[in-house]
T-cell receptor, first 113, second 113 residues
Framework: DAKTTQPPSMDCAEGRAANLPCNHS???????VYWYRQIHSQGPQYIIH???NNETNEMASLIITEDRKSSTLILPHATLRDTAVYYC??????????????FGTGTRLTVIP | DGGITQSPKYLFRKEGQNVTLSCEQN?????MYWYRQDPGQGLRLIYY???????QKGDIAEGYSVSREKKESFPLTVTSAQKNPTAFYLC????????????FGDGTRLSIL
């Protein structure tokens, strides 16, 4: 799986958009970008994933650059409950043996009142 | 609601004792996984199962055992052979087709008495 680089921490004012960047310059053509978040002492929560097109769901938007070397997770209106560690992961689609999710250190997002 | 249930939330083990962590899912997912998370670190894969009655070792299987007798259940036993069992244990499940994400339970925190 490709290595990802994320800033260790970010702050965001409540009600504003939170833009979390991720670099994955060695991503392969068949690797997807996944985003999870983890609130202290809870299991990781799946947010969104994509291959090359921008994606949006009820939680967030995912913007992937045209060369796929980086992406940005956007939380459109951050709330205090969005305070968590956010992980960007790149991996191939499910296949035998490729089952591990490599969680790096992620970005600790703090939403400020 | 559909989801993954892990129990207990907290578990204490005496030296030389085996303990079993429960994981149940009602998402009708074929694949299930066990991860271990140590403080400030990412997830490490212990075991995974793609289908009933079959499972594979992950990166750190030594000192652990699993069974998959039912599709919805994937219990993990931490044996006395696991010398450093104190950790946060996470169970996940997913479909086995394409790019489907893994969904996680809320974890079991295991400590040694």
């Amino acid at each position: 799986d490709a290595k990802t680089t994320q800033p260790p921490s970010m702050d965001c004012a409540e009600g504003r958009a939170a833009n979390l960047p991720c670099n994955h310059s060695t991503i392969s053509g068949n690797e997807y970008v996944y985003w999870y978040r983890q609130i202290h002492s809870q299991g990781p929560q799946y947010i969104i994933h994509g291959l090359k097109n921008n994606e949006t769901n009820e939680m967030a938007s995912l913007i992937i650059t045209e060369d796929r070397k980086s992406s940005t997770l956007i939380l459109p209106h951050a709330t205090l409950r969005d305070t968590a560690v956010y992980y960007c992961i790149v991996r191939v689609a499910f296949e035998a043996g490729a089952n591990n999710l490599f969680f790096g250190t992620g970005t600790r997002l703090t939403v400020i009142p | 609601d559909g989801g993954i249930t892990q129990s207990p939330k907290y578990l204490f083990r005496k030296e030389g004792q085996n303990v079993t962590l429960s994981c149940e899912q009602n998402l009708n997912h074929d694949a299930m996984y066990w991860y271990r998370q140590d403080p400030g670190q990412g997830l490490r894969l212990i075991y995974y199962s793609q289908i009933v009655n079959d499972f594979q070792k992950g990166d750190i299987a030594e000192g652990y055992s699993v069974s998959r007798e039912k599709k919805e259940s994937f219990p993990l036993t931490v044996t006395s052979a696991q010398k450093n069992p104190t950790a946060f244990y996470l169970c996940a499940s997913s479909r086995t087709a394409g790019n489907q994400p893994q969904h996680f339970g809320d974890g079991t925190r295991l400590s040694i008495l």
